[in-house]
């Protein structure tokens, strides 16, 4: 069973980045498509981004590019999201997913880790 | 971007009775489509994918029908648990996109 490890939160100011992390136990990350969603308070859900095994690179929506990295650590099966730049609207639940590819650029998502609350504010 | 709308934004059903959600793509998704359900402080879990693929471990109260651009989702007689927040989701086209959401609540 997959299972997503994610620490609680995470207060930033505005203007600096945060690094979010995603640890996976019970199976290997390097044989995962992970990705990223984000939902801000009361709000619905955006895909941020993920990684594509088809081409070993990441691939992130429109709205965040060049602001938002995603790596990943094998060795460690910890994924990372780093967002910079960070404004109020970036106030936000987290949260890293196991994507399930149908033509390589394209998911739905099956296993999601707890989430980590992110909140920017002076 | 293809936009999701689901309707209604809210739907208040009583337990034991049938709950009709519906998403609709703004372009044709195919079968591409997925349903999520989000409890309070919960992470969203998917149910259903391909439209009507359930989820391992669903229970078959939960239904998905439709292909293009109308979907819907069926839970045929509603245990207290089912009450929550629903998302559809296609991922036809790039980039994936979600629904707003139809929140389930008890009559």
């Known amino acids: 069973q997959v299972q997503l490890v994610q620490f609680g939160a995470e207060v930033k100011k505005p203007g600096a980045s945060v690094k979010v992390s995603c640890k996976v136990s019970?199976?290997?990350?390097?044989?995962?498509?992970m990705h990223w969603v984000r939902q801000a308070p009361g709000k619905g859900l955006e895909w941020m981004g993920g990684?594509?095994?088809?081409?070993?690179?990441?691939i992130y929506a429109q709205r965040f590019q060049g602001r938002v990295t995603m790596t990943e650590d094998t060795a460690t099966d910890t994924a990372y999201m780093e967002l910079r730049s960070l404004r109020s609207e970036d106030t936000a639940v987290y949260y890293c997913?196991?994507?399930?590819?149908?033509?390589?650029?394209?998911?739905?998502?099956?296993?999601w880790g707890q989430g980590t609350l992110l909140t920017v504010s002076s | 971007e293809t936009l999701m709308t689901q309707s209604p934004a809210t739907l208040s059903v009583s337990p034991g009775e049938r709950a009709t959600l519906s998403c609709r793509a703004s372009?044709?998704?195919?079968?591409?489509l997925a349903w999520y359900q989000q409890k309070p402080g919960q992470a969203p879990r998917l149910l259903i994918h391909g439209a009507s693929t359930r989820a391992t471990g669903l229970p078959a109260r939960f239904s998905g029908s439709g292909s293009g651009t109308e979907f819907t989702l069926t839970i045929s007689s509603l245990q207290t648990e089912d009450f929550a927040v629903y998302y559809c989701q296609q991922y036809n086209n790039w980039p994936v996109t979600f629904g707003q959401g139809t929140k389930l609540e008890i009559k």
């Open positions: 372009q044709s998704v195919g079968s591409d």
């Open positions: 990684f594509q095994p088809a081409d070993g690179q990441s």
């Open positions: 997913v196991t994507g399930i590819g149908v033509d390589g650029r394209n998911y739905y998502f099956d296993y």
């Open positions: 019970g199976y290997t990350l390097a044989k995962i498509s």
